[in-house]
């Protein structure tokens, strides 16, 4: 199994960060924080594959194509060549984490917002 973590780093938003314990493994994180807005569709890919209704599938985004084969999955960044191959099951389980990780910052975010505005032109007289 992969071990990573995921940060949440704070730029002009929040956005989560896979640190991975294995460096050779950035390029994925790379690839996440590029085609982060994809990352429902590339569930949905991921799972085709996983449940046998599709031998394998690509995907080309921004900056990364992806292969996903039964048992691997390739990353390439299309801008200089870099590759990965990462076991389908262990690309999976980062995706969902990383899924699930910006859901809980727009949780976070919308609990900011809303107890920033609370007090706002809600005075009971």
């Known amino acids: 199994m992969l071990k990573y973590e995921i940060k949440a780093m704070q730029g002009k938003r929040i956005v989560p960060v896979v640190v991975f314990e294995d460096e050779s493994y950035s390029l994925l994180n790379e690839f996440l924080l590029a085609e982060r807005s994809f990352r429902r569709e590339l569930l949905s890919l991921v799972n085709e594959v996983d449940l046998n ?3 394998s599938e690509s ?3 921004n900056a990364f194509s992806l292969e996903i084969g039964k048992d691997i999955c390739k990353i390439t960044n299309d801008t200089d060549d ?3 191959e990462i076991a389908t099951a262990d690309f999976k389980q980062v995706l969902l984490d990383y899924i699930y990780a910006v859901r809980e910052i727009k949780v976070k975010e919308k609990m900011a ?3 920033h505005h609370h007090d706002h032109g809600h005075h009971h007289h």
Request: proline fraction near 0%; charge should be neutral; avoid cysteine.
């Open 59 to 61: 995907f080309s985004g």
């Open 82 to 84: 870099r590759e990965l």
């Open 113 to 115: 917002s809303l107890g």
């Open 53 to 55: 209704m599709s031998q």
